[in-house]
């Protein structure tokens, strides 16, 4: 079962908060909250937020077990752009991006497994007459 969680519209760079995301990306819940506990970075904390935002779904909403739960992906994606400007020598303006991202985090829970039935190769067998004996029964 995956659990999926975003937080939209954060303000802070895209680039700065992949490298965030690329450390926690396939590991079990519990390091990655030990992981981004003691980055000292803004996105950590934004990531750790939505990280626990998607705990508690997969513990509540679909009653997942919190201690099997990995992360399967981490995507940071680009928001919109405040554009702003800043005067600069002889009149003209500079300009001055402030970017901002969506995280989206992906957890997945330990798959039960399923029992397989057995093929019913012998049932199809007995429902199909080989051709030489029905050219046999016809003559």
């Given at each position: 079962m995956e659990v999926t969680s975003t937080t939209k519209f954060v303000r802070l760079?895209?680039?700065?908060?992949?490298?965030?995301?690329?450390?926690?990306?396939?590991?079990?819940?519990?390091?990655?909250?030990?992981?981004?506990?003691?980055?000292?970075?803004?996105?950590?904390?934004?990531i750790g937020k939505t990280l626990k935002t998607a705990i508690?779904?997969?513990e509540n909403n679909f009653s997942l077990d919190t201690s099997t739960l990995t992360i399967k992906e981490a995507v940071i994606g680009a928001g919109p752009t405040l554009r702003r400007h800043m005067p600069r020598a002889k009149g003209s303006a500079g300009a001055i991006l402030k970017r901002t991202s969506h995280i989206s985090i992906t957890l997945v829970g330990a798959a039960t497994e399923k029992k397989k039935r057995a093929p019913k190769k012998a049932a199809a067998k007995a429902?199909?007459?080989?051709a030489a004996?029905?050219?046999?029964?016809?003559?």
């Amino acid at each position: 079962m995956e659990v999926t969680s975003t937080t939209k519209f954060v303000r802070l760079s895209p680039k700065k908060a992949r490298d965030v995301a690329r450390e926690i990306q396939g590991l079990p819940v519990s390091n990655a909250l030990d992981i981004l506990t003691f980055t000292p970075k803004k996105a950590a904390m934004l990531i750790g937020k939505t990280l626990k935002t998607a705990i508690a779904d997969a513990e509540n909403n679909f009653s997942l077990d919190t201690s099997t739960l990995t992360i399967k992906e981490a995507v940071i994606g680009a928001g919109p752009t405040l554009r702003r400007h800043m005067p600069r020598a002889k009149g003209s303006a500079g300009a001055i991006l402030k970017r901002t991202s969506h995280i989206s985090i992906t957890l997945v829970g330990a798959a039960t497994e399923k029992k397989k039935r057995a093929p019913k190769k012998a049932a199809a067998k007995a429902d199909t007459v080989p051709a030489a004996t029905a050219e046999e029964a016809t003559a």
